[in-house]
Nanobody
Framework: QVQLVESGGGLVQAGGSLRLSCVAS????????MGWFRQAPGKEREFVAA????????YYADSVKGRFTISRDNAENTVYLQMNRLKPEDTAVYYC?????????????????????WGQGTQVTVSS
């Protein structure tokens, strides 16, 4: 079973940037697609971004496309989410997720019904 630890959340003004990190341990990192999801107060958890097991493909929600970038460093067992031009509506708890099946695509990882392992989340707050 994989363990996921997120960091990098915080309070930022609208238009600012943050970079989230997620360190994975407990299994071979570079065989599994990874993703970021978020949940705002009173709303359901939603997909944000995903990367394939190799890092060769990525997939984004329309709401973050062009502003957020997902990347992975397989040597460091880490996946990142660079968030630029943040908006107040980006305020949420951000969760790192790992696919439970190996060698998957970014699109497959982005499906909410996909079976995943979850981190505990990191709060991102964007003030207007």
């Amino acid at each position: 079973q994989v363990q996921l630890v997120e960091s990098g959340g915080g309070l930022v003004q609208a238009g600012g940037s943050l970079r989230l990190s997620c360190v994975a341990s407990g299994r071979t990192f570079n065989r599994y697609a990874m993703g970021w999801f978020r949940q705002a107060p009173g709303k359901e958890r939603e997909f944000v971004a995903a990367t394939s097991w190799s890092g060769g493909s990525t997939y984004y929600a329309d709401s973050v496309k062009g502003r957020f970038t997902i990347s992975r460093d397989n040597a460091e067992n880490t996946v990142y989410l660079q968030m630029n031009r943040l908006k107040p509506e980006d305020t949420a708890v951000y969760y790192c997720a790992a696919d439970r099946r190996p060698f998957s695509s970014a699109q497959a990882m982005g499906a909410m019904t996909r079976d995943k392992e979850w981190g505990q989340g990191t709060q991102v707050t964007v003030s207007s």
